[in-house]
């Protein structure tokens, strides 16, 4: 059990698409009986040759070999990814919630890169950036034309130095220039606080190797302060993902034991598998379960007391597997927006001891059997992210819009639809209208703050008073393909 729950890994949605790869033909071969196809090995082996023998100067061998697999990787999916030394061991150090850098989860647009959002308490949060802010340049570099994974190595450093991001924000229609002093990051994966007596808010920004503990621990202290909850918001919004086990523990404090929290399947016989609401599935101590520890110190509060969770389009992946969990069973209210849609496993296998290949091997059903990828979980509440509407949601990228995502399994591709590019358009208009606006009137508020509208509408429900549901926000639906 526990091997599966290794390769499942890392599931986060930051650093998308790109980046060097390499992988061995045994490697290749261990998955499929099937041989290989020499002819055109033969011509990658010939091209190799010309390119080593012909260009105009030397090259790099590896590096011309680690490119030309990184192209082949890079075709398949946005999630699949090469590591090599450096890339592997920050990669290692997102999972434990430690490292040096800004703090900033990212995908790609554009040949850009897109923060998908800083992380809560970094460098580049307390700099102001914000969820969709484009970085044009690091320090003297322009982005364009660079992996994701060299833009992550040029951000990354040693503590205390400076690195200088130049920053594109849509929602302001301006560039302009920021300076951030780097930093050991060590995130904080879950927040709590006692809203108002008997009503308590916990969130989620990302599921680490620490998060079930904390979590745990957060839930703990909460009901010490108010033993007598009456209603609890869990708050996955901008939560990109992590380990698939932490998704696992999170579901079962709030399920009945033993039920299915998610299913995988995929090509491989390892792939085809029922992650359940049991301790084997995410223990990783024989001797310490905090979910186990909290249930009891709690009186099992967590099965029964009311519950809404938040979510929108920055939900992915280990975050919507819990949402589809708990809406499943109707264990709560969905509030908030349409999730990312990223369903599909990614599987981490090391090609040496300080390397490794990030590729998806399958997709995650919800225990209906609802299939996540490329749609996201749909709220039983659509919520706009302010009292005065959400006129841009338009514009909000999901996996459905990523280049090469995967396909969901069970649905055709989504088409084009000419009425949400007219959207996009009236959004884009509505965007330079929004940019002429004092900063301070374009900020959202903090998660959890008291002017936090959709935590508001959330304990709203909670409390059986009307709630302002979106007019303007729906289901992006996945439309049957001509034949």
């Known amino acids: 059990m526990g091997h599966k729950l290794k390769i499942a890994g890392w599931i986060g949605v930051g650093a998308l698409a790109g980046a060097l790869t390499t992988v061995s033909l045994q490697t290749v071969a261990r998955g499929s009986m099937a041989p290989l196809p020499l002819e055109e090995l033969q011509q990658l082996a010939a091209v190799f040759g010309m390119v080593k023998s012909d260009y105009v100067e030397p090259v790099d061998e590896k590096k011309l ?29 997102g999972t434990t919630g430690k490292f040096v850098g800004v703090g900033i989860e990212i995908s790609q647009e554009d040949g850009l890169v897109k923060i998908v959002s800083p992380i809560e308490g970094s460098p580049a949060d307390r700099a102001g950036l914000k969820t969709n802010d484009l970085i044009t340049k690091i320090n003297d570099t322009a982005v364009k034309g660079l992996s994701l994974n060299e833009a992550v190595k040029r951000m990354r450093g040693e503590p205390k130095t400076k690195v200088l991001l130049t920053i594109f924000r849509k929602s302001e229609n301006r560039t302009f220039p920021v300076t951030i002093v780097r930093e050991e990051i060590k995130t ?33 202290e909460m009901y010490k ?17 992590g380990l698939l086990d932490a998704a696992v523990a999170l579901s079962a404090a709030f399920l009945p034991e033993n039920v299915t929290v998610v299913t995988t399947n995929g090509q491989l016989e390892e792939s085809k598998f029922t992650y359940k609401a049991t301790p084997q599935f995410w223990r990783r101590n024989s001797s310490n379960d905090p979910i186990t520890r909290m249930t009891l110190a709690t009186g099992g509060a967590l099965k029964k007391v009311p519950l809404v969770i938040l979510v929108n389009e ?3 992946s280990a ?21 990312f849609g990223k369903g599909s496993v990614q599987t981490v296998r090391q090609l040496g001891p300080d390397t490794a ?34 006129v841009f949601s338009a514009l909000r990228t999901r996996e459905a819009d990523l280049e ?24 884009l208009k509505k965007l330079e209208e929004e940019s002429k606006k004092p900063v301070a009137e374009r900020r959202l508020p903090e998660f959890g703050s008291d002017k936090d509208f959709q935590l508001i509408q959330a304990l709203n429900q909670l409390k059986g008073l009307p709630v ?16």
């Not at 302060?225 to 993902?241: A, I, S």
């Open 188 to 220: 904080q994966s879950v927040k709590s606080k006692i809203i108002e007596p008997g009503y308590g808010w916990i969130r989620v920004s990302q599921f680490q190797e620490r998060t079930v503990d904390d979590f745990a621990r957060k839930i703990e």
């Open 65 to 93: 070999i680690s490119e030309a697999i990184s192209g082949m990787v890079a075709s398949l999916d946005p999630h699949s990814q090469y590591f090599d030394k450096k890339s592997f061991k920050e990669f290692s150090e």
């Open 357 to 390: 290949l990030k590729i998806t091997t399958a997709r995650y059903y919800t225990p209906n059997g609802r299939a996540i990828q490329a749609k996201g979980i749909v709220p039983e509440v659509m919520l706009d992210e302010t009292e005065n509407g959400n």
């Open 404 to 427: 090469k995502h995967l396909s969901n399994g069970k649905e055709a591709e989504e088409k084009k639809d000419p009425a949400r590019e007219k959207a996009r358009e009236e959004a």
């Open 319 to 339: 975050s919507e597997i819990v949402a589809g969990a708990l809406q499943d069973y109707k264990r709560g209210t969905l509030m908030g927006s349409q999730t």
């Open 314 to 316: 920055g939900s992915a």
């Open 468 to 483: 302002k549901a979106s007019t303007t926000l729906a289901e992006r639906k996945i439309e049957k393909k001509d034949d």
């Open 225 to 241: 302060e108010d033993p007598k909850l009456k209603g609890l918001v869990l708050d996955l919004r901008n939560d990109p993902g």
